[in-house]
C-alpha cells in the first residue's frame, strides 16, 4: 500500500506529526515515507490476509507533504485518522507515533518533530489544573518572572541542612526552592523528614518576609509511593510537587496529574537529552513539551538557550511559545490550544545573576528563572546569592545596567567578581 | 574537583556505570568525564558554599577506568557510592545516572553502556515474579522456543474479528497471541470486549487442542487505568498481560510488577530505539534491558539480529545472555544477578517461517519467536501460516533442511513461494 498523496488535505479531526527523515542508503524516499506511516497505524512489512477494506478505508494515514532538506534529509507530514488513537493514553500515543518506527532498517535516521493535536484528541486530557495564571496566584507574584534555587549540593545534605539551605534561598529573597533531580528518599535525607523540615522552614521565612515562599518536593517514584509523597506534601500545606516526568515515564505522570489533590506540578525534564539532542534521530523537546502540556504539567524546564546545558535559542523560544500562548504556528501548522491552559516555563541550567539581563530579554516575565550553583556558589554563600540574584532583577527591570546597579549592593557586586 | 582515580579499585557495594563519552571540541577527556561523574551525583557546575567535606568524602564518585576509542571517543567507567540511590526506585537511578548529564554542553555525544549492581541494590527490586522457569511452568511447553504472533493489521479489527484471527493462530499451532503495542482500547475495539471475546476463543481452542494457549493483552495506559485492566484480564482466566515499557515509563513498570496480582509480564520495548540506536549517544538496549530485569519483566523484546528491525547480532546476543543467565560477564565486568530471575527472551520484527533455522541456531530453545505479517502474511491466511511456523520449527529442531520438510508440507511450501 502507498500511504503518499500530496494533494491530499488533512482533515479537521485528523492529528498531524512531523518527522524528519534519512532514509538508508539506496531506500528511496516514497518507500521510507509509507513504511514509517504504515508501521505507526495499522501496517506491516508484508501483505497479509488478515487486513480489511474497511480498515484501508477508515484508518489509513496520509502523508501529505514531503520537504527536501539537506544532507538527505526530509521533513514529512503525515495525517492520522483519530479512530487510531485511544483518547487520554498518552502512552499509546507515543507507542504508534513513537514507537517501532525508529528502529526501522530501512531508515538511517528518523527524529519526532511535532504534533498537531486536533480538538477531539485535546478533550481526552486535562491539561494544566493551574498553568500560568494559577501559577501567579499561588506565588501572589504577578509583575515579575519567579526566582527560584535548587538546594546544591545535589544529594548529600541531611533534612536539616537542606531546610537550613532552603531557608537562605528564602530569606535572601528567591520565590522558589527545588529539590534536585536525583534527590527523592535517600538513607541520608529521608523525603518525610526533609519535606517536614523544609516546610517548617518556610512558615518561618513566610513570617520573616511576609513574603509567599514555594517549596517544590521531588516525589519522583514508582506511582504509588509517589502519589503517598503527595498526600505528604499536602498535609503538611504544600502547594506542589515535581517529577522527573522522562524517568518516571507518561503512565506515572496522567497518574499524578488525576490524583494530585490540588497541587500543582512542576516538571523536571531530566533524561530528555539521550532523546532530543540528535538533530537527526529521536524526538524533539517541542514534541515531548506538547505531551506535557496536554497531559498538564504546570511548569516545564525548557532549557536556558544561555549556560551549561545544549539547546540553541531558536528551538528554546519555539518551545516556550508553544506552551506558553494560546495557539501557535510553527512550520506554517497551526496548534489551537482551545481549553487546556499555559504552562509556566522554567529556565535552569547554568545560570548566575549577571546573565539576568540576557534572560529577561529573551523569555519576559512570564517565567521561572532557576539558579543553583549560581546562588550557593556565591562567595558568600546563599543568602548572598538569593539577594544578589533578586538585585539583578530589580536592576534588570529597571533597565539599570548591573555593574552600575552592583556599585551601591555588595552581594551583586561579588557576584561579578566570581562570575563577570 | 577532581573525580578521577585511575588507581581506584571499586568497592564491591558500589554501583558502576560505562559510559561512552565523546567530549566537544578543545574539551579534554578528563574535564569531561569529571563534568559527568559531579552531574551525575553531588556536584555542580561551579564551586558552592554549601558543600560539606563529609558529603565530599563518602558519597564522591570515581573515574577508575578511560580507554581510548577511535572517532575521538573514550570507554569510561564510574563507581558510585550506593547511598547516591533510592533502593528500589528505578526513576531515580536514571534521573541520577542518565538524566542531565547527557544535555552538557562540554560533551559532543554520550551513550550509557551498562550498569553493574552491587547486590545491596538488587535487593530493592523484585525481578520477575516467573522468569523462565515459571514462563515454562505455564505454558507447558519444555523442550522448545515459544511461537508466537501479533494479531494483524495492528489496529482496526473489531473484537470479534481480532478473536477470530487469534483462533486461526492458535489452532494452526502456535502458543502465544499477542495484542500490537499501539492496540489499547479504542473506538473500534474497546479492550474489555476484545479480551472477552479473546478469552472465550482461547478456551474453545485450548479444548480442541488440548495445548495450552496464551493470550498477552496489551494493557498500556495510565496506571489506574492500566491495573483496572489487569484485574479484568485476571478476572477471565488469564495468565500474562503485555506493556510497552518504555512509553509507559518505569515508574507505571514498577507499579505494575508491584500489583500484577499474579500475572506474568511481557514487555514490549517500543520506543526503544529512538534512545538505542544511535551508537554514540543515548542509552544503550542493554542498559535498558538490565533495568528491565531488575525491576522485573518475565519476557523482554531485544530484537532479531535479523528481519526488519535495526540491531547487530552481537548486540542482540549480549542482550540475551545478560537477562537469560544467572550471571554475565561483559567487557571484563561480571553482573551477578543473584536471585533475581531471568527473564524470557522475546525475537520480533519481520519474521517469517523460512528464517527458523537461523532463529534457533543464534537463540537456542530458551526464547519466544513472535511472527506478525510472517504468520498472516501467509498466502493461505493466518492458520496456515501457523502451521507454516510449527512444521518450520519442527523441522529445523530435528536438522531437516526447511526445502525438504516443505516436500510433504504444503503450509510450509506455500511459504516458500512468498517469502523463499
Tied chains: 1, 2.
Excluded at 532514509?23 to 506511516?37: G, L, M, N, R
Aim: aromatic letters at 8%; charged letters at 25%; proline letters at 5%.
Amino acid at each position: 500500500m502507498d500511504y503518499i498523496n500530496l494533494d491530499y488535505k488533512p482533515k479537521k479531526s485528523e492529528l498531524i506529526a512531523e518527522y524528519l527523515v534519512k532514509p538508508a542508503p539506496h531506500v528511496t524516499i516514497d518507500f521510507a515515507v509509507s513504511q514509517i506511516a504504515a508501521e505507526s497505524s495499522i501496517g506491516t512489512w508484508t501483505t497479509i490476509q488478515t487486513m480489511k477494506p474497511r480498515i484501508a478505508k477508515e484508518l489509513s494515514p496520509h502523508v501529505f507533504s514531503i520537504k527536501r532538506k539537506t544532507n538527505n534529509r526530509f521533513l514529512i507530514r503525515i495525517a492520522y485518522p483519530i479512530a487510531l488513537f485511544e483518547k487520554g493514553n498518552a502512552p499509546q500515543l507515543l507507542s504508534a507515533l513513537a514507537g517501532n518506527i525508529f528502529g526501522m532498517k530501512i531508515l538511517k535516521e528518523l527524529r519526532l518533530e511535532q504534533f498537531i493535536f486536533p480538538k477531539e484528541y485535546l478533550k481526552g486530557f486535562k491539561g494544566p489544573l493551574y498553568g500560568i495564571q494559577g501559577v501567579r496566584a499561588i506565588t501572589k507574584v504577578k509583575e515579575r518572572p519567579l526566582l527560584g534555587t535548587i538546594v546544591k549540593p545535589k544529594v548529600g545534605l541531611d533534612p536539616i541542612e537542606h531546610a537550613q539551605v532552603a531557608g537562605e534561598a528564602w530569606a535572601g529573597g528567591l520565590d522558589i526552592v527545588k529539590d534536585d533531580e536525583n534527590l527523592t528518599s535517600m538513607s541520608f535525607n529521608d523525603f518525610k523528614r526533609r519535606v517536614k523540615k523544609t516546610f517548617e522552614k518556610r512558615d518561618m521565612i513566610e513570617n520573616l518576609t511576609n513574603e509567599k515562599k514555594i517549596y517544590l518536593p521531588n516525589v519522583t517514584a514508582e506511582t504509588f509511593e509517589m502519589l503517598r509523597r503527595v498526600e505528604y506534601v499536602k498535609s503538611l500545606g504544600g502547594e506542589y510537587v515535581m517529577i522527573d516526568v522522562l524517568t518516571a515515564g507518561f503512565g506515572a505522570l496522567q497518574t499524578l496529574r488525576d490524583n494530585s489533590n490540588g497541587l500543582a506540578i512542576h516538571a523536571h525534564r531530566a533524561m530528555h537529552a539521550a532523546l532530543t539532542r540528535n538533530p537527526g534521530h529521536g524526538i524533539s523537546m517541542l514534541a515531548l513539551a506538547q505531551l506535557l502540556r496536554l497531559i498538564g504539567v504546570d511548569q516545564l524546564h525548557i532549557g536556558t538557550a544561555i549556560g551549561k546545558m545544549q539547546g540553541p535559542k531558536k528551538e528554546v523560544k519555539t518551545i516556550f511559545n508553544e506552551i506558553e500562548l494560546p495557539a501557535y504556528v510553527s512550520n506554517e501548522m497551526v496548534q489551537d490550544w482551545g481549553n487546556i491552559k499555559p504552562v509556566m516555563a522554567v529556565c535552569s541550567g547554568g545560570l548566575h545573576p549577571l546573565l539576568m539581563p540576557q534572560l529577561l530579554k529573551i523569555f519576559g516575565k512570564d517565567a521561572i528563572f532557576q539558579f543553583g550553583g549560581g546562588c550557593h556558589g556565591h562567595p558568600n554563600g546563599t543568602r548572598a546569592g538569593a539577594r544578589a540574584l533578586r538585585q539583578a532583577l530589580d536592576a534588570a527591570l529597571n533597565n539599570i545596567p548591573l555593574k552600575k546597579a552592583a556599585e551601591e549592593r555588595p552581594e551583586l557586586r561579588q557576584a561579578f567578581e566570581k562570575w563577570g
